[in-house]
Structures are given as C-alpha cells and as structure tokens.
C-alpha cells in the first residue's frame, strides 16, 4: 500500500503564503500520496490545542508561520514531544532581512495582509480588467497598462485576472475571424499590447471541450482543425505586423503566462527608463 503522507500549516493569519510556498515545494515531487492540514487565525492558546490535537491524530510535517512568540515555543515543544520534524518558513527570510536592513522585526500577527496602498491598487486593477474583459469598454483602454489579444480560448482573461490580482491593469480584446480589429486596438498609445496562441490541435481540443460542456456537439468551423490552423495563422501574422510581442501558451499554466507578461512589462519598463 502506498504510503500516506500528512502536511500541517499552522498560520496566525490567512494561512495563504504558508499554502503557496509549500505547494510549490510540493509541486517538485511526483507519486507521492500527501495529505494537507491548514490551520488559519491560530491566534491563542485554544486554537492551537485544537491544530495541535490533529497533529497528534496525523503525525506528519508541520509548517508554521506565527508571529507570537509564546504560541511559537508552545508548537514548537509540542511537535518535540510528538516526535515530528516542524518549520517555521519565514524564519530565515526574516532574520536575513533583519540583519540586511539592520533592524528587530515587530511579531505583528497579520502585517502582511494589512489594507494598505498596495492592497487599494490590487482591487483597482481587479475592477479594471473586470470592466475591461473581452472587448469591453474599449473607450478607455489606454488605461491599461497591458493589453491581451488572442483568438478565442487562449487564456485572455484568467491571465489577466491573475496578473490585476497582482496589481496590474490588464485588459483583453478577442480576434474573431471574419470581424474588423477594433480601431482602438490600432491607436493604443501606453500599454503593453502582447499576442497570446495556442497550437491548433490544442486549440481544437479546449474548444471542443468548452463546446460539450455547454451541451453543443454541433461541428463549426469554430473546431474544424483546418480552421482553426488558418485563423492561428492570421493571427500570428497580425502580430508581427503590429511588433506585438506574442508568447505561446501551449503548453503554459496560467501562472506562467502571466509571469511572461510580466516579464516583457519589466523590460518595456526598464528600455523606457534608459530613454
């Protein structure tokens, strides 16, 4: 029988930065059974008792992030006792942190999560690309800071929702085949416009999908591989034709097309920056 593995987050907040590094060092290991256990707002002591009771229930791993210093060397006792291996996995950022800038770090319980200007800037940009999906509000996309277009099911609007939940302005504008560019597209002056495409045959393969989820079994052009190879063509064509820069997004998750784009922001960013 495969061996089961227990993984347990213990957070005096969201619980969210102790669930994303700990899933990406999890995503480097394949065929393993693990289970997680997160524990959010673990803020006193019955709280704790109450994650340390599963603990003890599910020995495994224990990941913590808790600013209290009491709560800490109470977890940290009771994992001894347990015999369980325990980390706290900011705690070597910190302390490098401390000693870089020189300064003691405040055991704040929740700092990072604070409403603070960075936090308005996330919602605006959220608003934004909402109002600015698939074409919307096009007398306004100047605004944007970037700019997706693509043919239908090429990841426009998740990775624009990814990139506002980040802070960035992003707006998308389908290609259809057939239809006229919208003028606005031809006259954007500051964002960053960036061609997104897909290979045919997996483009084929997302729509036919898109379309049995809706019940539609119909063949269309909108899956016809000949199709869809020549509206890929155009499309790619279009980009070059207007210098956009263009990523495949293929074979990319989400979080790695939204990291492309920002990347090509950062260098449009820096070329601007040296004139």
């Known amino acids: 029988m495969e061996q089961k593995f227990h ?9 969210e930065t102790l669930n994303a590094m700990v899933n990406a060092a999890l995503a480097q290991f394949e065929g393993v059974d693990v289970h997680i256990h997160s524990y959010a707002l ?3 002591e019955q709280q ?4 340390l009771d599963h603990i003890a229930t599910a020995p495994g791993q224990v990941f913590f992030t808790l600013a209290n210093l009491s709560l800490r060397q109470r977890l940290i006792a009771a994992c001894a006792q347990l015999d369980v291996d325990c980390l706290d996995i900011l705690e070597g950022p910190v302390a490098t942190l401390g000693r870089f800038l020189g300064k003691a770090e405040t055991h704040k319980v929740g700092r990072q999560h604070e409403v603070d200007q960075r936090y308005l800037n996330r919602i605006e940009a959220l608003n934004f690309t909402i109002q600015h999906d698939d074409g919307q509000s096009l007398d306004s996309i100047d605004e944007a800071e970037v ?4 043919a239908s099911r090429t990841s426009k609007t998740p990775t624009c929702v990814y990139l506002a939940i980040r802070g960035i302005r992003a707006a998308n504008i389908p290609l ?3 239809m006229p560019l919208p003028p606005a597209l031809l006259t954007i002056k500051k964002p960053l416009v960036v061609g997104l495409w897909v290979s045919p045959d997996r483009l084929v393969q997302v729509r036919r999908n898109r379309l049995s989820s809706m019940g539609e079994e119909r063949s269309t052009s909108y899956v016809d591989l000949e199709s869809v190879r020549a509206e890929i063509a155009a499309t ?10 263009a990523i495949d997004v293929s074979r990319r998750s989400i979080e790695e097309t939204a990291a492309a784009v920002t990347n090509l922001l950062a260098e449009r960013r820096e070329r601007s920056a040296h004139g």
């Open 7 to 15: 993984i347990h987050l213990v957070s005096d907040s969201t619980g």
């Open 42 to 44: 673990v803020r006193n």
């Open 48 to 51: 704790l008792s109450r994650a």
């Open 147 to 150: 700019v997706l277009v693509g």
């Open 176 to 178: 259809v085949p057939g």
């Open 236 to 245: 790619r064509k279009l980009f070059e034709q207007q210098e956009w820069p």
